[in-house]
């Protein structure tokens, strides 16, 4: 055979060889492609642990860290199996059947281990066994948490698979027995419909706020009487009363204690002597709507009064709550410190309608001033633009200003009474140590309006820096000389 034969059988023979291998290493991977197909679809299988309907459930059973609880299903209400009559919140155990009714795993870690404690399943996090009412029982146990964040080591029943969990099964078992009471319903407070608001401090004056349009001792003001301000009776801010009444929508228990208190009870949490208590009266709206844009005419809708009362025992061991009992309740709870502090937090000066006079001067018809003998009257008319609507739809008028019958211009009359009543205010109550350098009066001013007249009286203090102010007879607080005098200044000189 010729050389140049050889070098063509050789080159055959080797791409035959070439075929057959590559023919081969085709065949293996196929073949482990199969394998792993073969593998995950077992995998697939045993990722379902167990799966039972919530609704079949008649018993669970959870140990944690916190808590060894069972709970168990009578006509219909989840019920704790060691004290029948501790109220379970439902909607908690219900978060529970939702976690662990069916548990599916993301993986099978390991079957067959040598050690369940590099788990921690020989010391596990939680366990819980559920029954449902065909006698079926299924326990899950739950070890450490997977340092590469798969989820939970856990198995079920036997220990020969463990598999990896997801991690938010475990957020309903943290629950302590304290947090699966059944807390009172949280007050549906709209500080815009509190009606009395009372608290009562175990050391200090109590404070009280009063709302009686139609029989306040301060009704022409906003209908509020506080209660005591500095011992007397005084109109109240709606505006910083509201503000107060903010924080009554955020009452709400954060967890119970005890839910049939004792005396020794109320003693150790300090509510046999509590620091406060407070007193809430309100009503609520039916059909009542968030939108600031509602149109419905809230004299139309149906109101119900209620009333909330809850007593301030000590705080906890963070400092985060107080202990509290409620009104129409046997228990004992914990709120918010940063809430109940806010409320009871009140300064009765802050509170008030600081301002004897509001300064409306469309309301305006005339005003009379009385100062060292003499008397002077503004008069404002007011005549409607015919075929003019303002933006607000409202009618539109021509104002007219006349001191002592003489015109005076009415934008600059406007800019003045605004400015010189705007400034007239409450600066301190009077006090009874001062010696006051007489009791003549330094002037009136006494102001019709559309809806109401109002007569303001100055009479001396210190002599210095500040005037007594009787409005309408009632003579509590002081004002700055300096602004009242302005006040007459500023008005007889209008132009």
């Known amino acids: 055979m010729s050389k140049k034969k050889k070098q063509t059988m050789t080159i055959v023979i080797l791409c035959v060889l070439l075929v057959a291998a590559g023919i081969g290493y085709y065949g293996a991977g196929v073949h482990q492609k199969k394998k792993a197909a073969k593998e995950a679809a077992q995998e697939d299988k045993e ?71 590099q788990y921690q399943l020989d010391k596990p996090s939680y366990q819980i066994e559920l029954k449902d009412r065909a006698g079926t029982t299924k326990t899950l146990t739950i070890g450490m948490e997977s340092v590469a964040a798969e989820g939970y080591y856990a198995y079920c029943g036997n220990k020969n698979k463990i598999y990896a969990i997801p991690s938010n099964i475990t957020d309903s078992l943290s629950y302590t027995k304290q947090e ?42 906003e209908g509020w009487d506080i209660t005591p301000v500095y011992g007397k009776t005084m109109p109240g801010s709606v505006s910083a009363l509201q503000n107060q009444f903010s924080g009554l929508a955020n009452l709400s228990c954060t967890d119970g204690v005890t839910y049939k208190a004792t005396s020794s009870d109320k003693k150790k949490y300090g509510l046999d002597k ?44 963070s400092g985060d709550n107080y202990y509290v009992s409620i009104h129409g309740e046997k228990g004992i709870y914990r709120m918010s ?92 109550p009077i006090s009874d140590k001062q010696k006051v350098t007489g009791n003549k009066s330094v002037g009136t001013i006494t102001l019709k309006t559309d809806d109401r007249t109002l007569k303001l009286e100055f009479l001396p203090y210190d002599g210095v820096n500040f005037y007594r102010i009787k409005v309408d007879g009632q003579c509590h607080f002081l004002v700055d000389k300096n602004v009242a005098d302005k006040v007459f200044e500023k008005l007889l000189a209008s132009k």
């Not at 609880?69 to 978060?95: C, F, H, L, R, S």
């Not at 407070?189 to 709302?211: C, D, L, M, Q, R």
């Not at 007193?279 to 009542?288: A, H, K, P, R």
Request: aromatic fraction near 8%.
């Open 47 to 117: 990722i379902t642990l167990y799966s039972l309907k919530a609704d079949d459930l008649v018993s669970v059973h959870v140990v944690s860290d916190k808590a060894d609880m069972t709970y168990t299903k009578e006509n219909g209400v989840w019920k704790d199996a060691k004290d029948n009559q501790y109220p379970i919140d439902q909607e908690k155990i219900n978060d529970i059947l939702d976690d662990v009714a069916e548990v599916k795993a993301s993986k099978l870690v390991v079957m067959d281990p040598e050690d369940i404690s």
């Open 180 to 221: 699966m009471m059944e807390l009172p319903e949280q007050p549906d407070i709209n500080a815009s419909y509190v009606t009395a608001f009372k608290v009562t401090p175990s050391k200090g004056e109590t404070f009280e706020a009063v709302y009686n349009k139609n029989r306040a001792q301060y009704k022409d003001y």
């Open 274 to 317: 509590p620091s406060y208590v407070v007193d809430v009266s309100y009503y609520t709206v039916e059909g009542d709507s968030t939108d600031q844009n509602s149109t419905t005419d809230e004299s139309k809708q149906k109101k119900t009064d209620h009333v909330y009362q809850f007593s301030v025992g000590k705080k906890d061991k």
């Open 337 to 428: 410190a940063e809430t109940i502090d806010g409320i009871v937090a009140v300064t009765p000066m802050n509170m008030l309608c600081n301002t004897p006079h509001k300064t409306n001067v469309d309301t305006l018809q005339e005003i009379t001033l009385t100062q060292n003998g003499k008397t002077h009257k503004i008069v404002m008319t007011k005549k409607e633009v015919k075929n003019a609507i303002s933006e607000d739809n409202s009618k539109v008028y021509d104002y007219y200003v006349k001191l002592d019958g003489k015109s005076v211009d009415q934008e600059t009359f406007r800019t003045t009474y605004q400015t010189v009543f705007g400034n007239l205010v409450y600066r301190r």
